[in-house]
């Protein structure tokens, strides 16, 4: 097996000023303001007013794309920001030493295509999908650090492409030959088989329908839903263990132990919830952290909740009947007139459902939005937090030897196969209390998310990380030898 930064041609020059004229230059978080206010390098600024001016027309025409497009007022305000930026950055070039900048290649050529005039695919720049792009092997150290939450440290590395030794390759083609047709045999026989129960329960059910598009039959009740459910939940088990997850311990924590890393122990906020939660409470979703597909086998075996996926999930082959059986919230983009609730609608009534009734599907929702390598926890997204019901918090962890179950910097065939031919796999669960918000946090969710995620980092002993699906793809696209990806609205990012 080859490297993909191998691949990925990545010569040149060793000095970093000569080779980084190839890279773009957003290979920063964004192309936003705060940047200025970094220390310019090698005296780009130094008394050149033709450089100052080409900096702020360029910068200026790479955020009039965004929030100051439509007014001329904030175009003025902004220009100003502008010349109050580049003055902070003249003074600061005196005293290189200011500030910590975890990537200060990065920084500095995003500097030095902003004073060449060059213009961030997130501007608007046409470029080439095909074009491939050089990034220096020191940019690429860098972002290892940066965006390290999506790492691999397995034996196989990024993309699993890593060089490995002889022994290596002949347990993998063992596995390859004897092992993996085995398993892929009985995964596919489970999913027939629960399609084919699945196809039987529905026979002649008519599923519920709404205008934005959802279907499901997780409405039905009696023996039917009872079957479904317990072969649903035994056949998701059948498959963890097929795909060599034999045996997975599972913890309990106490709700004292939430207050103790809230801060709340001594506080008579914390007995009033103590006293509320010596009460049975149905939460309205179960929280996880995402690491892997394996996350929903699991889930599927442990409470069969509902989850959301894209709308063309309904109409897979086996998948999408299963699918709906489980209830799914399907995510429709193409819905945006104020006709329609729209998907955030529906997750919020799921949600209120699932906390009053019992015979409510419960939803499971992952609020990072994205997949890590297992170590770390991303922001919350509040979209589980907006409906002010209590959440049941699990942790996922996948402690490993040679390969790493996380699906993170790595393609999906070539994670299945290497999965496959991992003989055991482990998996450690923890349930933690139903977390009931306060009053403060049902008024405010972005703190309900944050106090949950708090919560979850010090139990499951993550490391929090404040960056999200955007610079995934940053990192993604510089081992590939990609341009960089269009940055999102601000307002996408929430």
Known sequence: MGNPLKEVELGGSKNPEKSQSNLPGTLIESAEVPLLSEPPQNGALDGSSDVNEVQKSSLTSVVSNKEFKSSSDDLKQFEEKLDSSLDSSLATNDHPDRGDDQAPLLSKQCRSDEVNGALPPSSGAAIAADDAVVYPPEVIKEMEVKYTAYVRHDVYGNWGMREICYWEKFKLLLALVALCPIRVFLLFSCLVLFYVICKLCTYRVAASSSDEGQESFAHMTGVRRTVIVRSGRFLARAMLFIFGFYYIPVSYRTSATQNLHLGLEDSEESKESEEKKSEFVRPGAIVSNHVSYLDI?????????????????????????????????????????????????????????????????GLLLFPEGTTTNGDHILPFKTGAFRAKTPVQPVILKYPFNRFSPAWDTISGVRHVILLLCQFVNHLEVTHLPVYRPTEKECSDPKLYANNVRTVMAAEGNFIMSDIGLYEKRIFHNALLGKPMPVAPAPEARE
């Open 297 to 361: 086998l699991y889930h599927m075996s442990a409470s069969f909740p509902s989850f959301v996926a894209k709308r063309s999930v309904a109409r897979l082959p086996l998948v999408g009947l299963i699918s709906k059986c489980l209830g799914c919230v399907y995510v429709q983009r193409e819905y945006k007139s104020s006709d329609h609730k729209g998907v955030s609608g529906v997750v919020l009534e799921r949600l209120q459902a699932a906390h009053n009734d019992l015979k409510a599907p």
